[in-house]
């Protein structure tokens, strides 16, 4: 049974900082991609930030320069370090893997529980 464990969100003013956790466990496969997807209200859940498992990373246009994500493969875990955070970053965050195998080709996809973030302006 795969769980994901988010972390880190809150209330903060506009021009703070936030920085999330997820902890992935119980998967049988490797971990390929993780990522951060934001939700805000009355609207489609959005991707946010993305990392493959060698590092590569691709963010939402809204977020460049201003969030940054990573992952320790080790410890199973994606952190998103969110500064110069604005209104419009509010939302509920949710946590996302990919996991699966090449032979034969595989792929499951699994969502945290989500985390409210809520910027004040």
């Known amino acids: 049974q795969v769980q994901l464990v988010e972390s880190g969100g809150g209330l903060v003013q506009a021009g703070g900082s936030l920085r999330l956790s997820c902890a992935a466990s119980?998967?049988?496969?490797?971990?390929?991609?993780m990522a951060w997807y934001r939700q805000a209200p009355g609207k489609h859940r959005d991707l946010v930030a993305r990392?493959?498992?060698?590092?590569?990373?691709n963010y939402a246009d809204s977020v460049k320069g201003r969030f940054t994500i990573s992952r320790d493969n080790v410890k199973n875990t994606v952190y998103l370090q969110m500064d110069s955070l604005k209104p419009e970053d509010t939302g509920v965050y949710y946590c996302?893997?990919?996991?699966?195998?090449?032979?034969?080709?595989?792929?499951?996809?699994?969502w945290g529980q989500g985390t409210q973030v809520t910027v004040s302006s």
């Open positions: 119980g998967s049988r496969f490797s971990i390929n991609s």
């Open positions: 990392i493959t498992k060698g590092g590569t990373t």
């Open positions: 996302h893997i990919r996991t699966g195998d090449l032979v034969p080709l595989t792929e499951y996809d699994y």
